[in-house]
């Protein structure tokens, strides 16, 4: 290729057209590997689900093209998710997974969505003025609930142990679930004021720099961080896990067995709750514990920029605000003092 270099003129020489060939638009199985294994495992299952919905719907809807979808098929198919009774939630993450599988095709951008979104906006009206909630919550867990819920754990159990850390860490770090599974027993370090634990990667860590989050002991023994974790790590080594993930499955007699799964962590702050007769049991979920540290947090006078920090939120999260707000509504509440 001819390089643009000025002549004596002035004037630059046009470059040649380059030469491109098949495979210059072609990406290896490795390539290939990694770009799928940069969208998060869970976010790619339900992205998955929600495609093959939409090609099976389209197969049998006249023989509908899902790719490149029009704008028509695009907005009839949320109308027919809404038909269906579809939360709003679940519709917004359909719309995601098939504009997901088009950009990744090529098609950024498409298909339009703005009718699909006036028909989105018309079944969220619609389910208010029925006087539905499209959008359910887990509760969070507040502190008298945590304790609740810890001391329906029996601390003379590997099962109750473990799950005592579960919930104490996971509302001490604000953790997703995602970030408890994953931590292994080396990111976790004992400090003179509580622990130290590294997040290697999470969800908006994009670039997996990683953090060091400090979580300090607790003013109550039975939910102290720093003794759950002792308490299970102890456990740990008897059963000769030194290495390797922190949060363990169980099997029968209680044998310490592989990595605690992303499901196992609902099913068990469900059942944890459930067992402590809290109110709304069976709504908790892994969220709660996270939504409970944010809560408790600034209930307790914590700035908004300290705890995004710690719970690695955006300062300007909708979530994390959402959760500041059912503070203020009773703490900040117009109504009270005011004599009634």
């Known amino acids: 290729m001819e390089l643009a270099i000025p002549d004596q003129a002035g004037t630059a020489p046009i470059p040649a057209e380059p030469a491109y060939t098949a495979a210059d638009f072609a990406i290896s199985d490795s390539t290939r590997v990694r770009l799928a294994d940069s969208v998060p ?18 197969a049998t809807n006249g023989g509908r093209v899902p790719l490149l979808a029009t704008a028509q098929t695009f907005t009839d198919y949320v109308t027919h998710l ?40 018309q079944h969220r009206r619609h389910l208010a003025e029925n006087g539905q909630r499209h959008q359910k919550e887990a509760p969070p867990v507040t502190i008298p609930v945590l304790r609740a819920m810890v001391d329906a754990c029996p601390q003379d159990t590997v099962v109750g142990i473990r799950d005592r850390l ?10 997703r679930r995602s970030e408890l599974v994953a931590l292994n027993r080396a990111d976790v370090t004992q400090t003179d004021q509580g622990l130290d634990v590294a997040i290697r ?15 300090p002991r607790g003013d109550h023994p039975l939910t102290d961080p720093v003794d759950a974790w002792l308490a299970w790590t102890r456990l740990l080594d008897e059963a000769g896990h030194h290495n390797g993930r922190l949060l363990r499955r169980l099997y029968v007699y209680d044998t310490i067995g592989r990595s605690l799964g992303g499901d196992a962590v609902n099913e068990i702050v469900r059942s944890c709750a459930i067992r402590a007769g809290v109110p709304r049991a069976a709504e908790y979920t ?14 307790a006078g914590r700035p908004i920029s300290i705890i995004a920090k710690h719970g690695r939120w955006s300062p300007t999260s909708p979530v994390l605000l959402r959760y500041i707000r059912a503070v ?9 003092g005011v004599g009634l």
């Open 41 to 58: 495992a869970n976010t790619r299952r339900a992205y998955t689900r929600q495609w093959n919905a939409f090609t099976a719907w389209c």
């Open 166 to 175: 579960l919930l104490v860490l996971g509302l001490a770090l604000m953790g």
């Open 201 to 215: 990667t999470s969800k908006t860590d994009k670039n997996s720099v990683g953090e060091i989050i400090a979580v």
């Open 328 to 336: 203020d509504r009773w703490r900040d509440n117009a109504m009270r």
């Open 286 to 299: 892994a969220h709660s514990l996270r939504a409970g540290g944010a809560t408790v947090a600034y209930a």
């Open 82 to 121: 809404a038909d269906t009774g579809y939360a709003p939630a679940s519709i917004e993450q359909a719309m995601g997974a098939i504009r997901s599988c088009h950009t990744a095709a090529g098609y950024e951008g498409q298909p339009h969505g703005r009718a699909a979104l006036q028909v989105l906006r």
